[in-house]
């Protein structure tokens, strides 16, 4: 490979199973519409990063059978390991380490993600052994990155922009605007993806809430 060889990349998106997510949603939906507005965002954030340059492959993490059976046949499953979001994206780091590009963690609660949003981002990585993209509020992590060949020790939870800084993960200066920064934790934030502009999936989901 070239020097200027632009890198290709792996994205590993983990998804808890839909009735167990977005429990901070609880207040403004039912449980069968967070349900299925959990499986939509899941769609929607990977279809963006699948569509974005520079990826490869798309790696997912879940342990929800109707997502999984959702997915287009181009991402590539990982089972469930059990113990917890850290641990389900450690497993989906390992697939993705074999396929010897660089690795992308993104959260699968970004529904008005867009693909140009995430290329752009993944450029700015390509700098840097490891990097990392705050939330819009910036305290959590959207996307974890690492070059080819490179560990990475996801630390997600509360706080973990900082925790990923510390492990020496370059915060990113991605635009605060960036719809690679609005994830979806609490009923605000549906106010603002919807003003970004959702996928087709969430829409969807949205509507028949
Ligand atoms: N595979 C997997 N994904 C997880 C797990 N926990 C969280 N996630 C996913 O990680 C991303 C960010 O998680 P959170 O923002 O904490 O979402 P959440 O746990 O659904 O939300 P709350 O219940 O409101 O805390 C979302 O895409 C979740 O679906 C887990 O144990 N396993
Ligand atoms: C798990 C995380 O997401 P959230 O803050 O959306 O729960 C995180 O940012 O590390």
Redesign the pocket.
Known sequence: MGEDAPVRWVVV????PAA??????AGALSAASRARL?RA??LD?VGAAEAAAGVLRVVV???DTELRALLGASVDLVD?PG???N???GAGIARARSLGTGVAVL???LPALRPADLADALDLASAHDRAMVADAEGT?TTLLTALPGLSIDPR??AGSAAAHEHDGHVRLAVPPTSTLRR?V?VPDDLVEVERLGVGPATRAALDQA
Not at 20 to 25: A, F, H
């Open positions: 998106v983990p998804v808890k167990e997510g977005k429990t901070r949603l959990v965002m899941a954030t993490v879940t342990a469930e113990g917890g979001l641990a389900a994206v959260l699968g609660d959590g997600f939870g994830d934790d």
